[in-house]
């Protein structure tokens, strides 16, 4: 895969993540928070175990071999998406996307900073910091009221 086109597909990858809290509170006023989550991972599940099913890439058969905390993505998930559908009726799309970004932006620059997970570390550095600091200043004028 090339780089402009994993550019392309993360850009619109962000644009999905923009739209999914908004379509999955408007879910949860007629079903429930809960059931709103439940219903966006059943189909995202359907979705990904269609084309799991028909791509030769990858196997489901070593996943028993995996570690309990290489598992625990779809509880993060899930934890992530019901905590949208709270957050966005009550502070808006606007400032449940600005802390989710900034929030992972500094979880990032942990992780990277330790290595986390068997990554490679990449060290925090001032250029760093202050990318993220101003990421927080950008965050508390959209969450000001």
């Not at 949208?84 to 009550?90: L, M, N, Q, S, W």
């Amino acid at each position: 895969m090339s780089n402009l086109l994993l550019i392309v597909l993360m850009v619109a990858g962000g644009v999905a993540v923009a739209l999914q809290p908004s379509i999955n509170a408007r879910l949860a006023e007629k079903v429930g928070f809960l059931q709103a989550s439940t219903i966006s991972f059943a189909v995202g599940t359907l979705v990904l175990l269609t084309i799991s099913l028909i791509t030769t890439q990858g196997s489901f058969k070593r996943t028993f071999e995996a570690d309990w905390w290489q598992l625990s993505g779809g509880l993060f998930g899930a934890f992530f998406v019901t905590m949208t559908i709270i957050g966005v009726p009550r502070i808006g799309t606007t400032a449940v996307l600005a802390l989710t970004i900034v929030s992972q932006l500094v979880a990032g620059l942990l992780m990277d900073h330790y290595g986390l997970f068997g990554m490679r570390g990449i060290p925090v550095d001032f250029k760093r910091l202050l990318g993220v600091a101003l990421l927080l200043a950008g965050v508390a004028l959209i969450c000001r009221r």
